[in-house]
């Protein structure tokens, strides 16, 4: 039987993320951030375990809880945006802290086919739009 209580006691989000997300929800294991970039619908996972880094590091009676919650939310997001793709990704680059992008792709988005990141300048919500969204999410993925 899986472990219901993921060790997020001292758990800090990091900086980066704080200052380029919105927090949307939290799941069992994971918070959950919109992205501000309303270029590409674009939800962030964060596993609550401080000082990870990579998915094959977390303790193996938690890895499968946070992948049924990035397939989870993948599916949703499938469902409401209906894209053309859903890429998952896991990188890294910028932020150590393990966080998990899942992007809605569309055939006509301002990148496509080409990876989000360094293509297109970042377009934030204004209040309007940020405020729509997030009902919407939290109707239709957290309901």
């Known amino acids: 039987m899986a472990n219901r209580n993921p060790p997020s006691k001292g758990f800090v989000l990091d900086p980066k993320l704080d200052e380029d997300t ?3 929800n939290r799941l069992h294991f994971c918070r959950v951030l919109l992205m501000n970039d ?18 094959h590091e977390l303790p193996p009676k938690y ?3 946070v992948i049924s919650e990035i397939v989870s939310i993948s599916k949703e997001m499938q469902e409401l945006f209906k894209p053309d793709k859903i890429n998952v ?19 006509n988005d301002i990148a496509w086919p080409f990876p989000v ?9 204004n209040d309007e739009e940020l405020k729509k969204l997030t009902l919407v999410l939290q109707a239709k993925l957290f309901s």
């Open 22 to 24: 919105i927090e949307i």
């Open 38 to 55: 309303s270029n590409y619908p674009w939800l962030i996972l964060v596993p609550q375990i401080q000082n990870i880094r990579e998915l």
């Open 63 to 65: 890895l499968s809880e």
């Open 89 to 107: 990704a896991a990188l890294g680059n910028q932020v150590s802290q393990l966080h998990i992008h899942i992007i809605a792709r569309f055939k």
């Open 117 to 125: 990141w360094g293509v297109n300048p970042i377009k934030k919500y």
